[in-house]
């Protein structure tokens, strides 16, 4: 009995610990935090926030996001990671969309975001192959679409 009565509370304490939180949301606000991009909005998509925490990269990226988009870069490279494109097309064109157009990188985030997306999309070398009915999916084709927009308009 008194093994049961110290172990609850560490047990209780442990399970708290998490690495992810949990969050309760409405049935419309959980939709729609789901549909939300970077690129139909001002903020990343829950994918690409998920990634960055687990990956202890979101306070880096709010900070320096160019030095982060770079060292995925070098990581996809080696990886050829299908999911990896897909934040990295998210990252750039979120970074691109808070950029002035007269910034020199302006056009090279959303060119960035296009080839990232095309990568996931079409690229043969890249692991695992793409689920057409996945948000990924739907999203990288949005964020090629956009991002090939912003470049005409750029142009």
Do not use: H
């Amino acid at each position: 009995m008194k093994f049961y009565f110290w172990f609850l509370p560490i047990l209780i304490f442990v399970l708290r610990c998490a690495t992810y939180s949990t969050f309760s949301y409405s049935q419309f606000e959980q939709e729609k935090l789901v549909n939300l991009s970077g690129v139909s909005s001002n903020k990343l998509s829950l994918l690409t926030t998920r990634y960055l925490k687990s990956n202890d990269l979101y306070d880096k990226f709010e900070e320096s996001p160019l030095v982060v988009i770079y060292d995925l870069d070098y990581e996809l490279m080696a990886n050829k990671s299908r999911n990896l494109a897909y934040y990295l097309s998210e990252l750039c064109y979120f970074t691109g969309n808070s950029l002035d157009m007269e910034d020199p990188q302006f056009a090279k985030m959303y060119a960035s975001a296009l080839v990232y997306s095309y990568t996931y999309l079409f690229d043969k070398k890249a692991n695992p192959t793409p689920d057409p009915f996945s948000a990924e999916f739907r999203f990288a084709l949005f964020t090629y679409n956009r991002s090939l927009a912003q470049l005409v308009r750029f142009d």
